[in-house]
């Protein structure tokens, strides 16, 4: 099966244009929050970074140089290493938006009290 490598170069290019836009929003706005709900904004973009972080790593285990998608000339040294890190990363990432989203549901019961 043919790999599509414009597939995953288009998608991967919105991916980060969107994560861009998601940081440039936060950048903007995040100053006219107070409190709680400033706190949870922040918590959850730490993580969205992570997550991304997470997504970049993927590129290179699955792609060049490790190649995973291709188990006929995949390096499996290449691929350890990072797949430990995109684990982490993932799992830092959901912490983070967790942590965010508590925050949020907290900051809005403190609002209402």
Request: charged letters at 10%; aromatic letters at 16%; glycine letters at 14%.
């Amino acid at each position: 099966m043919k790999i599509l490598s414009w597939y995953f170069g288009i998608l991967g290019g919105l991916l980060t244009v969107l994560f861009l836009g998601t940081l440039w929003y936060w950048m903007r706005y995040s100053r006219l929050e107070k409190g709680g709900m400033r706190r949870a904004g922040n918590l959850k973009v730490v993580g969205y970074g992570f997550i991304m972080l997470a997504s970049w790593l993927m590129c290179g285990i699955v792609g060049p140089p490790g190649s995973a998608a291709r188990p006929e000339i995949m390096m499996v040294g290449s691929i350890v290493t990072p797949s430990y890190a995109v684990l982490l990363f993932l799992f830092l990432g959901f912490l983070f938006i967790f942590l965010g989203q508590r925050a949020t549901y907290r900051a809005k019961t403190a609002s209402q009290a």
